[in-house]
């Protein structure tokens, strides 16, 4: 099964940065969705910023501007968050969708969430 583990949440000041990464472990053959949502309290989980399977990139209109997701040659991605405000508080999730294995099985799987606090 594919497995996903984050890094680099934490407390940040308002307008400053941050930057979240995700890597990806097991026989992985392709991957139809990677990126990353979030989830404010009491309220259900929403995309932030993804790759589709052409590659593309797909922002929250609340983020456009102000994030950026990349990825490196490997399994991994990443969130750069620039000129956070209080709005941005909310854990962060990594996900990804795609195929693995021998018989190309579909995968869905998340990461463990990041807290992610800004404030003075």
């Known amino acids: 099964q594919v497995h996903l583990v984050e890094s680099g949440g934490g407390l940040v000041q308002p307008g400053g940065s941050l930057r979240l990464s995700c890597a990806a472990s097991?026989?992985?053959?392709?991957?139809?969705?990677m990126g990353w949502y979030r989830q404010f309290p009491g309220k259900q989980r929403e995309l932030v910023a993804v790759?589709?399977?052409?590659?593309?990139k797909h922002y929250a209109d609340s983020v456009r501007g102000r994030f950026i997701i990349s990825r490196d040659s490997a399994w991994k991605v990443y969130l750069q968050m620039n000129n956070l405000t209080s709005e941005d508080t909310a854990v962060y999730y990594c996900?990804?969708?795609?195929?693995?294995?021998?018989?190309?099985?579909?995968?869905?799987?998340w990461g463990q969430g990041a807290q992610v606090t800004v404030s003075q």
């Open positions: 996900h990804s969708e795609g195929r693995w294995g021998a018989k190309a099985w579909r995968f869905d799987v």
């Open positions: 790759f589709d399977s052409g590659g593309h």
């Open positions: 097991g026989d992985i053959f392709s991957y139809d969705v």
